[in-house]
């Protein structure tokens, strides 16, 4: 079993920056991480991933240049770095385990609560 706790959302204006952190417990060994986000009246999107070494991420293109995630395995922890936010970033931000790499919801096996970005124009 692997739990996930999200922290480090708030509120912030257009072109400031955020921190997520993303503490895992648990058995989280050749995972894949990512983040996923969702507005009031919209589906999951997906945002980024990153694999168990850290050598591989993949972006989606609307934070393309602007978001980074990493992870520290040694803290068990992945983050994602958010930098010039734009008021349509604000959501429920979610992190993700899964096998392998995807950007469909359905394929991730672990989820966290979420933590909440707000982003004033």
């Known amino acids: 079993q692997v739990q996930l706790v999200e922290s480090g959302g708030g509120l912030v204006q257009a072109g400031g920056s955020l921190r997520l952190s993303c503490a895992a417990s648990?058995?989280?060994?050749?995972?894949?991480m990512a983040w996923f986000r969702q507005a009031p009246g919209k589906e999951r999107e997906y945002v980024a991933a990153?694999?168990?070494?850290?050598?591989?991420?993949y972006y989606a293109d609307s934070v393309k240049g602007r978001f980074t995630i990493s992870r520290d395995n040694a803290k068990n922890t992945v983050y994602l770095q958010m930098n010039t936010l734009k008021p349509e970033d604000t959501a429920v931000y979610y992190c993700?385990?899964?096998?392998?790499?995807?950007?469909?919801?359905?394929?991730?096996?672990?989820w966290g609560q979420g933590t909440q970005v707000t982003v004033s124009s």
């Open positions: 648990g058995r989280t060994f050749s995972y894949w």
């Open positions: 993700a385990a899964s096998s392998y790499h995807s950007s469909t919801p359905a394929d991730y096996n672990y």
């Open positions: 990153v694999n168990w070494r850290g050598t591989s991420t």
